[in-house]
Structures are given as structure tokens and as C-alpha cells.
């Protein structure tokens, strides 16, 4: 998980070292992938930054979740973790101004904020949010993209994209031929043997 841990310490150096004023929105700071029942527990750590202003109605948004497994999404570990609510769609929801790949055949996950106003004061640095997870059925990762909305301590809205990482499905190992191809293979070896029987008793 070498891209996961990188991705992490890009994000986390970013909240460390940029400019308080010149970074706002969630941010997804780690991303870890457990095996959970027979499926595969993603969990998404996501943090506030400083001058950052979560609304009620604030969401973010994670892209092309393949395999999600229906009913699986929680947030936890947090005070604010029961001020969310959770939804699927196809498309969307997407912030204005930015512009994620979105497969309209792979579930998005997106987590509404319903909870009071935080407002972080700039002494006081980022906040975490808590763990955001579902479970998929896939192992295996692939990049995508993060995407929230927030308010700023000026009153506006800030609407911000992230990478991140989601689960694909497996693809067949170099090599291995497809099931139709070894179906081929199989009916072909009696023709092959009845093709050399006939031309030694030919030459008979």
C-alpha cells in the first residue's frame, strides 16, 4: 500500500506547511483497506483544516467505488461522527467548479454533514473529522478522486478536489486465457487427435 501512505504524507505536509489562508476544505488524509467478513473494509480519515467552516449541508464526495456493498458506509471515531448522513448515487454529487472522472456505472459515496456550525479558529489547526468507510468486494485499488464542500471563515464556499484511492476489480493474471479460449482448446485436441488418426491410416 506504498501509494496509500504516500498520498497520506502529500496530504498531511500540505496541512502542515501551506499557508493557513491558503487552504480550505475536507481533506482525506489516509485511506487504508482491511480485509472485513469475506469483503474489503476502505476506511477514509478526513480532516478539517484551520480557517475552514463546516455547514450543515456540507458533503463530500468519493468517485467510482467499485463493488460496493449496499447498507456497509459508518462514520465513527469522532464527536462529530453522528452528525453525518450517508448516500450513494451514480453521478454525483459534484461541488461546482470542479471536475472529477465520473463513471456513471460505479457508485459514488458521498457523507452529508447535518450537525451545528464548526468553525475553526486559525490557532487552533485542522481538526480530524473521523473514519468514513464501506466495504467493497474488491481487494484492489486504483486512483480516483475526492471531492468536497465547505464554507471559509470569509464566508464563502469552497469547493475542493483531492486524489484519493478506490477499489477495482480484479483483472485476469498475465497468461491465463480466457474461459472461452480454454473451451476452444478443449473441443479442438479431439479434432486434432481424429485429424492424425485418419491421415496414418491413409498412408497405410
Known sequence: MMRNWILSAVAVAAMTFAPSQAKAGLVPIQVSVMPDAGMYRFTYAVALPTDAVL???????????????????????????????????????????????????????????????I???????????????????????????FTASTGTVSGLTDNNITP????VPSAPPPGVPEPATLILAGLGLPLVAMFRKRKFTAGQ
Open 55 to 117: 455547514r450543515p449541508g456540507d458533503y463530500f464526495t468519493i468517485y467510482n467505488f467499485d463493488g460496493f456493498v449496499a447498507g456497509s458506509a459508518v462514520s465513527n471515531g469522532s464527536v462529530y461522527s453522528n452528525d453525518w448522513s450517508f448516500s450513494s448515487a451514480n453521478l454525483g454529487p459534484t461541488p461546482d467548479g470542479v471536475g472529477p472522472t465520473d463513471d456513471p456505472s460505479i457508485p459514488n459515496l458521498t457523507w452529508t454533514y447535518t450537525g451545528p456550525v
Open 119 to 145: 468553525n475553526l479558529d486559525a490557532s487552533l489547526g485542522s481538526t480530524g473529522l473521523g473514519n468514513f468507510w464501506a466495504l467493497s468486494q474488491y481487494p484492489n485499488t486504483t486512483n480516483s478522486w
Open 164 to 167: 484519493t484511492t478506490v477499489p
